[in-house]
């Protein structure tokens, strides 16, 4: 009797780590999910870093990602990337990101991503960073990013000037 209750014990906290593991890299605000939140790692002199997330909106109405704060940088911005005609373009999106209801929307290298401009310090692969998110309806929200490594799949930024952020080509 007494084994049959450790196992059941044992069994129960197993899951509850489960859950609690499932949901570290996952937030919710209102009627949106913010899942798997990354910062690239940086060298040392970087003045800039990226970061991505995906964004669900559970709800029926659309939101908006405006922008966000932190402590590591002087400014947060939501940035779009495209390429045309081979050359890349990257500029802050003035309006916000929109988060159509019913979907999600991945901030990802080559496209929508978060800028984090005039870094205080450099991104170090393994710490976690506190970003507060600002959304048009579902308010602000704390994110802790996790910083991945220089060699991963994040475009490498610290080559740019983005004093200028009407367009950049690599």
Not at 11 to 26: D, K
Request: zero cysteines.
């Amino acid at each position: 009797m007494i084994q049959r209750s450790f196992l059941l014990s044992l069994t129960a906290a197993f899951g509850l780590l489960a859950l609690a593991i499932a949901s570290a890299n996952e937030t919710k605000v209102g009627s949106l999910i913010i899942e798997q939140p990354t910062i690239r790692g940086t060298v040392k002199t970087a003045k800039v870093a990226a970061g991505y997330l995906t964004i669900k909106n559970t709800g029926a109405e659309a939101d908006r990602l405006l922008s966000g704060q932190v402590t590591f940088a002087d400014q947060v911005q939501v940035h779009e990337m495209k390429v045309t005609d081979g050359v890349m373009t990257m500029r802050p999106l003035g309006d916000g990101l929109l988060i159509p209801p019913g979907e999600a929307v991945m901030l990802k290298r080559g496209a929508e991503h978060l800028m984090f401009m005039k870094l205080a310090e450099p991104m170090s692969e393994g710490e976690t960073r506190m970003v507060t998110l600002q959304f048009e309806k579902a308010g602000s929200v704390e994110v802790m990013f996790s910083v991945g490594n220089l060699a991963g799949d994040p475009v490498d930024h610290t080559g740019h000037d983005h004093s200028d952020h009407s367009s950049h080509s690599d």
